[in-house]
């Protein structure tokens, strides 16, 4: 299976930046902080947080940056902000994927960046915005969709699919050929078996081991997955 080409998109640059190449940061929150040090570890200069008004800024940035806020309307000025450059860096996987779409429509640019201390196989195919942090290893012929994040230590096996804006969070193991949706959750840890497909707006559980496909907007936990049953749920009134 392969990507839509919606999800792919323009692919982002894999290559390291120039010693001056500047980026911004989307976001000011805890993922802010991390996406800082990946910048940092893959060579770019941050010029600016930049964030939605009245965000909260919950973490102390230990770059002296300048945080610019831009209300929705405003456009977003590549000279007031100092690049045209941006990394993504806002947790919620719906609001990274959908501010990444409307910067690339506005010109600027998304580079996938990758952690000097992961392994990227040369046949994967990275799309604009997405992140592979410390330790990760993404094998051979894998796709990643825009926006998409391969946290810390997470492992996708060959030929395994990513859709836009999905995470797969820290040491979570994809096993080959396995499809996962756009903007789904697989939680810490969870390991996903060989050619199952967990779909688009999923969320597997920390620590799940999932040996069945997974429908869109489901929600799974535990080993084996099953779905979780909630009290009250399918009660009638
Ligand atoms: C699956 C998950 C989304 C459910 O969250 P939630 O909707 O808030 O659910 P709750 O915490 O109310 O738990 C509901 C039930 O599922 C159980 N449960 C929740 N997560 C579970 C998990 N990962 N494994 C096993 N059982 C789990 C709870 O114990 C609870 O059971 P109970 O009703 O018998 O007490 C969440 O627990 C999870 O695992 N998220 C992934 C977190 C993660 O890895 N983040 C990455 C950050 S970098």
Request: net charge negative; aromatic share 4%; charged share 15%.
């Amino acid at each position: 299976m392969n990507l839509p080409l919606d999800d792919i998109w323009r692919l982002g640059m894999t290559t390291d930046p120039d010693p001056k190449s500047t980026i911004a940061i989307l976001g000011c929150g805890a993922q802010a902080a991390v996406v800082e040090e990946l910048c940092l570890a893959c060579g770019y200069s941050i010029v600016a947080f930049v964030v939605e008004e009245g965000f909260p800024r919950s973490f102390a940035l230990s770059h002296d940056a300048r945080v610019i806020e831009v209300g929705g309307q405003i456009c977003l000025d590549p000279t007031a902000i100092g690049t045209s450059r941006f990394a993504l860096a806002i947790g919620n996987n719906d609001a990274r994927l959908r501010w990444g779409e409307r910067l690339a429509h506005r010109g600027f640019e998304l580079p996938a960046l990758v952690h000097p201390q992961s392994f990227v196989s040369p046949s994967a195919t990275l799309a604009q915005g997405t992140c592979i942090g410390v330790g990760a290893i993404v094998q051979t012929c894998v796709q990643i969709g825009m926006a998409a994040l391969v946290n810390s230590g997470a492992i996708i096996e060959h030929h395994g699919v990513i859709g836009a804006g999905s995470h797969i969070a820290p040491g979570a193991i994809l096993a080959g050929h396995v499809n996962v949706g756009r903007c789904t959750l697989i939680g810490a840890g969870a390991v996903i078996r060989d050619r199952i497909t967990v779909g688009s707006g999923a969320t597997v559980g920390a620590g799940a081991v999932v040996t069945r496909d997974v429908g869109n907007g489901c929600v799974v936990v535990g080993v084996p997955a099953k779905p979780i049953i909630r009290e009250n749920e399918g009660d009638d009134e």
